[in-house]
């Protein structure tokens, strides 16, 4: 069964920096790809960032270009998403997921999603 685990939120000032993790179990994830999403209250969640757990490139929402990155650490069997230059827009919950699709920002494509773990950025 597989498991994802996100942490790393937390409180941060405008400006601040955050790291989240999802660490990832139950299964070889080589074939798989790992997503971020991230929903605010009342709003949808969105795409946010993409990994191939193997060979392959990032894909960004055009919102988080330059600011985010997501890297992997395979002997650690997690994702991070490094966050620079948090705004309050950028509150939200923050998930993690993995498809068998490549590239994918669609939601609804993912097949396992983490808990999810709060950020929230003061003005």
């Given amino acids: 069964q597989v498991q994802l ?3 790393g939120g937390g409180l941060v000032q405008a400006g601040g920096s955050l790291r989240l993790s999802c660490a990832a179990s139950g299964r070889t994830f080589s ?3 790992m997503g971020w ?3 605010a209250p009342g709003k949808e969640r969105e795409f946010v ?3 191939p757990w193997s060979a392959g490139s990032t894909y960004y929402a055009d919102f988080v270009k ?3 990155t997501i890297t992997k650490d395979y002997a650690k069997n997690t994702v991070y998403l490094q966050m620079n230059g948090l705004k309050p827009e950028d509150t939200a919950v923050y998930y993690c997921a ?3 699709r490549s590239r994918e920002s669609r939601a609804d ?3 396992y999603w983490g808990q999810g773990t709060q950020v929230t950025v003061s003005s």
């Fill in 49 to 51: 960032a993409v990994i």
């Fill in 37 to 39: 999403f991230r929903q």
């Fill in 31 to 33: 074939s798989y790809t």
């Fill in 66 to 68: 330059g600011r985010f």
């Fill in 98 to 100: 993995v498809t068998s």
């Fill in 5 to 7: 685990v996100e942490s």
């Fill in 109 to 111: 494509q993912y097949d």
